[in-house]
């Protein structure tokens, strides 16, 4: 499980080290205006899935762009549950700003920095130190090491082709490189290259200098001809005939270029991870913020993550320091992560065993993390279009259910992979009217590295409840808990927009729904469904359906139904305490169509992602 010590680079590196397997990481720049900002923050989540050991925020020469780097590292450590390593430079930033930044890395949870000397400023030519500030990086880093102890793992910055300003020659270069592991660095980030024996003779000459931190090599994906040569010219990067020979007859051709740029660059990384005395057992891939050519690049080398690298936990654990050791979250922000770190952002405390007395009470307001659609209004008319009878609202959730749309307002990511192991059932319900928002299939002792219902530590086993969460009109509930009665083993709670409650519980207390048994770990239990926490989350899965009928005209019909149903609906939550009956959470819904149903799930198939490679991506 994630841990404060997991999150410094060199424990990382060295933890794949010992367990013998390759890592990645990636960089990434902060993006110039807010839609960008939103762009690549949602284009980092969907790369967290490629499993980065962590990920690289730049900071620019000046800090001109300070708070956007402050605020993806914020976002990556509190949302997406990545470590970050964040950018700092001692280009115009006296002391008191790289103060300033460093406290602020903290206050995030940040453990990681990258200490630059840092480019000239924009429309100068040579690089000259702040009056107040730095003028070498090893000054930066004897800094931070002054201010802060350990608690930062630092890494500096190693040229294999040379620094292009140093005319002194590899020997001074060397000394430079010393003084900066002499005054507290830990590991070396390079420069992009694309000339393997430069790179290779450059780790030999810095190992024989008696430099022993690691070296991370710095690899650059090939997304496009003009893109490769202008980040070529940038940083004066030495390039072997051999890839222009392959790449100049092609460069008109972008998918073209970006097939035999994934082949060069493939191959380049295989030699440098099998090349044993190098001693290089990862790859940092500066990403341009693309995605593509980074996924390519990975696919091509056969590297994927394990169930147990991106699933620590069922859901996204932040780490933020306040959070780092929570395990426990109520279900019903399983589909919004993000307003669940939101609305209780104020806790003093977060549950790490059990959820009990340890808990504040106080769920921030709804609008802590907003209510808004989970796409902008425009592209939510097209995606939902604009339902005017039940029948339309039920075949939407149907649809979703069935994978044949990317979103509800509820859910901010298409449905999960374990969902498609009752998509059937949960079509049926919705076409019956149970307006399903979340779901989990029971679980009976699944290994953890499952790649459906994996999560946690490798070589233990997971477990889980049958649960549904679905809005419902009052005469459906009436005659569902009759149903309901007569099945002991189920639990549910039902409100309705007014705060009506109705329940079958007969404890206050917090019901695990999902749990899991490792090595050398207590059993671990992160997912419950409780009644303080589902009041709290009545008022966001209302204000949600709200805001989906305010898409549309007041006198239109569109909002006419939508307000209805969210004026009336209950939202019901229920549990089948006994994992190991599979089906029977259905059965007051479904009766005897179970089994046909269950059948033809079990026959579906997860909707395939297509990556359209001749589409354009946008770096933000």
Not at 431 to 446: C, H, K, M, W, Y
Not at 486 to 512: C, E, F, L, W
Not at 544 to 561: C, Q, T
Request: glycine share 8%.
């Amino acid at each position: 499980m994630t841990t404060t010590e997991d999150c410094r680079i060199t424990t990382k590196l060295a933890r794949a080290q010992a367990e013998g397997r390759v890592w990645w990481s990636f960089e990434y720049f902060p993006p110039r205006t807010p839609q960008g900002m939103q762009n690549l923050l949602d284009r980092i989540e969907r790369m967290s899935h490629l499993g980065p050991a962590f990920v690289d925020i730049t900071w620019n020469a000046g800090g001109r762009t300070s708070d956007r780097t402050a605020t993806l590292v914020r976002s990556v450590q509190a949302y997406m549950g990545l470590e970050t390593c964040m950018h700092l430079t001692c280009t115009n930033m006296p002391r008191n700003k790289v103060d300033d930044a460093l406290a602020d890395a903290k206050a995030a949870g940040c453990r990681n920095i990258l200490a630059l000397r840092g480019d000239p400023p924009a429309g100068q030519s040579e690089w000259a130190p702040d009056a107040a500030g730095f003028a070498h990086a090893h000054e930066l880093v004897s800094h931070i090491r002054k201010h802060y102890g350990d608690y930062f793992t630092i890494a500096v910055a190693g040229f294999p082709e040379g620094h292009p300003e140093e005319t002194g020659g590899p020997e001074v270069e060397l000394k430079y490189l010393r003084e900066k592991i002499e005054a507290g660095a830990d590991f070396i980030f390079t420069q992009m290259f694309y000339d393997f024996d430069i790179f290779a003779k450059w780790v030999r000459e810095v190992r024989a200098a008696g430099i022993t931190v690691p070296i991370v090599p710095g690899v650059m994906p090939i997304q496009n001809y003009g893109g490769f040569t202008r980040a070529v010219a940038r940083f004066q990067t030495r390039v072997p005939q051999y890839f222009y020979d392959a790449l100049e007859p092609v460069k008109d051709d972008d998918q073209a270029v970006r097939d035999i740029g994934t082949r060069l660059v493939g191959e380049m990384c295989r030699k440098i991870l099998d090349t044993k005395d190098l001693g290089i057992t990862g790859l940092h891939l500066y990403t341009m913020n693309l995605e593509r050519g980074t996924r390519m690049l990975l696919e091509y080398l056969q590297l994927a993550p394990s169930v147990n690298q991106v699933s620590p936990l069922p859901w996204t654990p932040a780490l933020t320091p306040k959070r780092r050791e929570e395990r426990i979250r109520p279900i019903f922000w399983a589909n919004r992560g993000k307003s669940y770190v939101n609305r209780t952002d104020g806790w003093d405390e977060f549950p790490n065993g059990r959820w009990g007395d340890a808990r504040s009470p106080a769920f921030g307001d709804v609008d802590a993390y907003g209510t808004t659609m989970s796409c902008p209004p425009d592209e939510a008319r097209e995606l939902w279009g604009a339902p005017t009878s039940l029948e339309d609202v039920h075949a939407l959730f149907a649809r979703f259910c069935a994978g044949e749309l990317r979103a509800l307002p509820w859910s901010e990511a298409p449905v999960a992979k374990e969902t498609h192991t009752i998509d059937r059932l949960l079509v049926a319900l919705n076409e019956r009217g149970f307006l399903t928002i979340n779901s989990q299939p029971a679980v009976d002792g699944a290994r953890s590295d499952d790649p459906v219902h994996g999560w946690g530590p490798a070589n233990g086993y997971v477990y889980q409840k049958a649960y549904l969460e679905f809005f419902v009109s009052p005469t459906q509930l009436d005659e569902l808990l009759q149903r309901i009665n007569k099945h002991p083993q189920i639990t549910y709670h039902a409100v309705n927009a007014q705060g009506d409650m109705r329940t079958n519980t007969t404890s206050d207390a917090p019901n695990a729904v999902t749990w899991g048994s490792f090595p050398h770990c207590e059993i671990i239990q992160p997912t419950i469904v409780e009644s303080i926490s589902f009041l709290a989350w009545k008022d966001e899965a209302y204000e949600i359906g709200r805001n989906w009928a305010r898409l549309y005209a007041p006198d239109s019909e569109s909002r006419k139904l939508l307000d209805g149903i969210f004026d009336s609906y209950f939202l019901v939550n229920v549990v089948h305490n006994d994992f190991k009956q599979g089906l029977a959470i259905f059965e007051p819904f479904l009766g005897d169509e179970i089994e046909a149903l269950a059948a033809a799930s079990g026959k579906s198939r997860a909707p395939q992602v297509v990556v359209d490679h001749n589409a354009p991506e946008v770096a933000y």
